[in-house]
């Protein structure tokens, strides 16, 4: 009926030997971002609080 699941759970297992075909969209959104320019993506670095994930793996998530 449910799947079930454990709140407990401390990690997740991952295939690792799976992998995106090489025309999945995924690869073609992740070689745009990649054209970016780096002072574009770089462009409010705060020096400040906890560091910050890259701009660019944030945008690919994203889109």
């Known amino acids: 009926m449910y799947k079930q699941y454990n ?3 401390l990690s997740l297992e991952l295939n690792i030997a799976w992998d995106l ?3 999945h969209e995924a690869r073609l959104i992740s070689q ?3 054209t970016i320019p780096q002072p574009v ?3 409010e670095i705060s020096h400040t609080g906890r560091p910050a994930f890259h701009p ?6 994203t889109l």
């Open 21 to 23: 075909p090489a025309t």
């Open 32 to 34: 745009f971002v990649d």
């Open 41 to 43: 993506l770089l462009d």
């Open 56 to 61: 660019a793996m944030l945008l690919k998530m």
């Open 7 to 9: 709140t407990n759970q």
